[in-house]
């Protein structure tokens, strides 16, 4: 199993990212997905996250410019970020803390590599 983080990159401020994150591998149930990011030299905040039914969770530094959704059919998130502020600037990861692997039991935490936004001023 792993997780593909995509669509990091560089735009102005005031600009927009799609970010997408796609799951595959032998998997029974991914359940909840979670966007983190980590600027330099800061911790790892958690940005938004959207459970299996699809309700969702943001950061107040990114409520109403920032929207997490997802494909159950591909196994995909996206985090649509938009009016984006050079402090928005980061690594994001996608995590999925509660995924169910296929004929092996209990709940495993994994992660994305992470895909680096950066936002100039």
């Known amino acids: 199993v792993q997780l593909q983080a995509s669509g990091g990159g560089l735009v102005q401020a005031g600009g927009s990212l799609r970010l997408s994150c796609a799951a595959s591998?032998?998997?029974?149930?991914?359940?909840?997905m979670l966007w983190y990011r980590q600027g330099s030299g800061k911790q790892r905040d958690l940005v938004a996250s959207i459970s299996s039914e699809g309700d969702t969770n943001y950061a107040d530094s990114v409520k109403g410019r920032f929207t997490i959704s997802r494909d159950n059919a591909k196994n995909t998130v996206y985090l649509q970020m938009n009016s984006l502020k050079p402090e928005d600037t980061a690594v994001y990861f996608c995590?999925?803390?509660?995924?169910?692997?296929?004929?092996?039991?209990?709940?495993?935490?994994?992660w994305g590599q992470g895909t680096q936004v950066t936002v100039s001023s």
């Open positions: 591998g032998s998997i029974f149930s991914i359940g909840a």
């Open positions: 995590n999925a803390p509660r995924l169910k692997r296929v004929g092996v039991g209990g709940k495993w935490n994994y």
